[in-house]
C-alpha cells in the first residue's frame, strides 16, 4: 500500500503543483480553466495561503514525488462569506483511483473543521465526474444543487453541481 505523507505546501513545490494543475486544465472538463498556467502565474496564488486560518493548500506525497494537493479558498469576496471556504483536491493522473484523493482531502476537511474557523465547505464538480461525487458523498458534502450548462469548454457546456459540508458540528 502507498503511504501518504501530508503537509502544508511550500514555496518549492509550485512546479509540480503547476504542472499537476495544468493537466486538467488542458486535458479534461473539470476545471473551467481554458490555457496552462506559467510557473509565474501562480506564485501569487501560492502565496495566498497561510499556515493557519481558513485557506489552506496541502500537499500530499509518496516517497519524494507530489502526488496531488487539496486547497480551501475564499468562497466569494463578500465578507458576510468569511466562514465559508470552496474546497478541492487533484492528483497527478498517475495517483488517480488509489483512494489518496479521499485522504488528501479528508485531512484538509479535518484540519478546517479542528480549527472551527469554517462553517462550510463548498465543492463545484463539472459533470459528468462520477468519481468525484462518489469523493464528495463519501467525504460527507451533500448535493445542494446544478446549475445547467454553466461553462462552455472543448466546444461544449458543462453542468456543475454544488456540494456542501457542514464542519461545525
Same mark, same amino acid.
Given at each position: 500500500?502507498? #503511504?501518504?505523507?501530508? &503537509?502544508?505546501?511550500?514555496? $518549492?513545490?509550485?512546479s ?12 479534461? *472538463?473539470?476545471?473551467? %480553466?481554458?490555457?496552462? =498556467?506559467?510557473?509565474?502565474?501562480? #506564485? +501569487? /496564488?501560492?502565496e495566498? =495561503?497561510?499556515? !493557519?486560518?481558513?485557506?489552506r ?6 516517497? !519524494? ?5 487539496? !486547497? $480551501?479558498? &475564499? ?6 462569506? *468569511? ?8 492528483? %497527478?493522473p &498517475?495517483? @488517480?483511483g #488509489? ?7 479528508? +485531512? ?7 480549527? &472551527?474557523?469554517? *462553517? ?7 459533470l ?15 448535493? @445542494? ?11 461544449? =457546456? /458543462?453542468?456543475?453541481s /454544488? =456540494?456542501?459540508?457542514?464542519? !461545525? %458540528?
Amino acid at each position: 500500500m502507498l #503511504r501518504l505523507q501530508i &503537509r502544508p505546501a511550500i514555496p $518549492s513545490d509550485l512546479s509540480d503543483l503547476v504542472r499537476i494543475y495544468n493537466y486538467y486544465v488542458a486535458n479534461t *472538463h473539470v476545471t473551467f %480553466d481554458t490555457k496552462p =498556467f506559467a510557473l509565474e502565474e501562480r #506564485r +501569487s /496564488w501560492l502565496e495566498d =495561503f497561510g499556515g !493557519s486560518g481558513p485557506y489552506r493548500l496541502l500537499v500530499g506525497e509518496v516517497g !519524494s514525488e507530489i502526488a496531488g494537493y487539496a !486547497s $480551501s479558498t &475564499r468562497f466569494r469576496p463578500k465578507q458576510a462569506y *468569511h466562514t465559508s471556504v470552496e474546497t478541492t483536491v487533484y492528483l %497527478d493522473p &498517475r495517483h @488517480v483511483g #488509489r483512494g489518496l484523493g479521499k485522504k488528501l482531502y479528508g +485531512s484538509l476537511l479535518e484540519l478546517l473543521g479542528d480549527e &472551527r474557523q469554517v *462553517h462550510r465547505a463548498y465543492g463545484a464538480i463539472a459533470l459528468p465526474n462520477p468519481a468525484s461525487v462518489a469523493l464528495h458523498e463519501r467525504l460527507g458534502f451533500q448535493l @445542494v444543487g446544478t446549475f445547467k450548462e454553466v461553462g462552455h469548454k472543448f466546444e461544449k =457546456f /458543462w453542468d456543475v453541481s /454544488w =456540494f456542501e459540508k457542514n464542519l !461545525s %458540528d
